[in-house]
Structure formats: structure tokens, C-alpha cells
T-cell receptor, first 114, second 113 residues
Framework: DAGVIQSPRHEVTEMGQEVTLRCKPI?????LFWYRQTMMRGLELLIY????????DSGMPEDRFSAKMPNASFSTLKIQPSEPRDSAVYFC????????????FGQGTRLTVV | DAKTTQPTSMDCAEGRAANLPCNHS???????VYWYRQIHSQGPQYIIH???NNETNEMASLIITEDRKSSTLILPHATLRDTAVYYC??????????????FGTGTRLQVTL
């Protein structure tokens, strides 16, 4: 298994542009998590899905951020419009069906907004 | 979910056991203790988890006190590749699906020669 796949690995964009981060969870996993990591705030949970349904989006910073999971094998995190303070590493993770099993993380997308 | 407290940093000599403590005094009966680590520039990696019994796997051992208010992660023979930030997380039990996984600030373990 290739693990959780995130794309792109690196993204540099100008302030005001739309940014879309993509995640392919491990096949058969039914839970998906989006995290953001910065030096100042550490690893923050933004949103997570169970069976493609958003369960808790209380970590999404503001309306500029949106996440979707149209099917079990794909999720997107969109920032529109992007701002320099959105610069961070964004991680996606997935978990198998059974409760409280481990979450597997992708390698992350390093986003820089200039 | 219950909050955890960990030391900010620790050092360990290579080949020695690394014992990483975690306090979770407000843990409730249906909450598990999880440990993850994050090596520089990588995504977090699962290590081990437990409810109340001690657990061991190929990576580490987890010792949970009888009152479940604290735990210790033990890396029996630390190597330079174990240098990472180690996160202790308390996670509630859900029925049927995964529950929220919230990271704190962790312990930065430096393994030295």
C-alpha cells in the first residue's frame, strides 16, 4: 500500500489566490483528518470526516477554508483567498473502520503564501 | 478529550532506554492513551496505545499507572533515528468510527552519541 498520498508536496502561491490541497486516503479507511502545523501553533486539527461526512470542523480557522470529501478515496482542502498567515505544512491522515485504531499520516503539503 | 502534560524536551544517550512521561490526570474511563512521534519534516507516526494494561510492541512499551493518571513511553534501546517529537494523546472511545485525535506540544527527544 502506498499510504496516504498528498499533493502537491510543495505549493507557493501569491496572496489572494485560491489554493487546493489534495489527499488520497488509504484504501478501505473510513476516517480522514486534516491538520495544519506551524512553529507557533503546533499541530492543529482542522476537520475530520467519518464515512465521507464532516464530523467536526471546529478547527477550521475561518470561512476562507473549506474541505470536502466527495468519495471514500479523495478529499480536498481549499483556501480562498489565501493569505500569508496560511503558510504552514498541511497534513492529511486516515484511519481504518474500527474504532480507535491508529491514524496514518501523509507526508504533508508545505504551503507558502507570499 | 482530557488534556496531557509532557516535558518540553529530554536527552537520552544512544543505546540507553528513553523513558518519556505523560500526565493525564483528568482522563476518563473510556479514554485511551496514544503515543505518536514526528521525525523532522515527516508526518506523525503511530507508536502505541493502551487503555489500562501495559502494552508492548516492536517499537516501544507503554506503562500506564493503576489510577490511569499518568503513563510512560519506553524506548528500550534508543538510537539516533529515534530523535523526534513525541506526542502523548488522550482519545475518547467512539462506537463504530474513529474519534478526534488532538495533538499537544509533545516532548522533543534528542538521542546523542
Amino acid at each position: 500500500d502506498a499510504g496516504v498520498i498528498q499533493s502537491p508536496r510543495h505549493e507557493v502561491t501569491e496572496m489572494g489566490q485560491e489554493v487546493t490541497l489534495r489527499c488520497k486516503p488509504i484504501s478501505g479507511h473510513n476516517s480522514l483528518f486534516w491538520y495544519r502545523q506551524t512553529m507557533m501553533r503546533g499541530l492543529e486539527l482542522l476537520i475530520y470526516f467519518n464515512n465521507n461526512v464532516p464530523i467536526d470542523d471546529s478547527g477550521m480557522p475561518e470561512d476562507r477554508f473549506s474541505a470536502k470529501m466527495p468519495n471514500a478515496s479523495f478529499s480536498t482542502l481549499k483556501i480562498q483567498p489565501s493569505e500569508p498567515r496560511d503558510s504552514a505544512v498541511y497534513f492529511c491522515a486516515s484511519s481504518p473502520r474500527h474504532q480507535n485504531t491508529e491514524a496514518f499520516f501523509g507526508q504533508g503539503t508545505r504551503l507558502t503564501v507570499v | 478529550d482530557a488534556k496531557t502534560t509532557q516535558p518540553t524536551s529530554m536527552d537520552c544517550a544512544e543505546g540507553r532506554a528513553a523513558n518519556l512521561p505523560c500526565n493525564h490526570s483528568t482522563i476518563s474511563g473510556n479514554e485511551y492513551v496514544y503515543w505518536y512521534r514526528q521525525i523532522h519534516s515527516q508526518g506523525p507516526q503511530y507508536i502505541i496505545h493502551g487503555l489500562k494494561n501495559n502494552e508492548t510492541n516492536e517499537m516501544a512499551s507503554l506503562i500506564i499507572t493503576e489510577d490511569r493518571k499518568s503513563s510512560t513511553l519506553i524506548l528500550p534501546h534508543a538510537t539516533l533515528r529515534d530523535t523526534a517529537v513525541y506526542y502523548c494523546i488522550v482519545r475518547s472511545l467512539n462506537t463504530g468510527t474513529a474519534s478526534k485525535l488532538t495533538f499537544g506540544t509533545g516532548t522533543r527527544l534528542q538521542v546523542t552519541l
